[in-house]
């Protein structure tokens, strides 16, 4: 059997096509890897790098220690800001690295949260229980 020029760049395109789908899922998921990447670049070199040691402490299971370490929490939440959404549609097509980065991001965040309620609760304790401070 022969095959023409035509039918072989239609078979290598379909197979390209199936190994991106193996690799990556669905076309929509190729297009939201884009938006992330443009979703990272408008981050800025500084959140950039905030989010690199926070996504390095993540896989080395020690996230406290960078976030209570000198992470900036602005930093942390621009970058949800910036890539949330993005990342949970890439979630859903169940994309490792998305899932990675999204917890990591959620994590450092629930540290801020309980950083500020201890705060608080140390604030109230000092006030004392009517506004005052105790003699």
Known sequence: MR????????????????????????????NQLGRFGQAWSSMGGAVQEQMIDLLNAYVENRVKDVVFGGMNRYAVDEAYQKLGNV???????????????????EEAQELFRQGDEEVEADRQAAVGPQGNRPR
């Open 3 to 30: 095959i023409t020029k035509r039918q072989l760049k239609r078979i290598i395109k379909e197979e390209k096509r199936k190994l991106l789908k193996e690799q990556w899922g669905t076309q929509e998921s190729l």
């Open 87 to 105: 990342l949970n549609i890439l979630v859903q097509d169940e994309i490792k690295e998305a899932v990675d980065i999204l917890t990591a991001i």
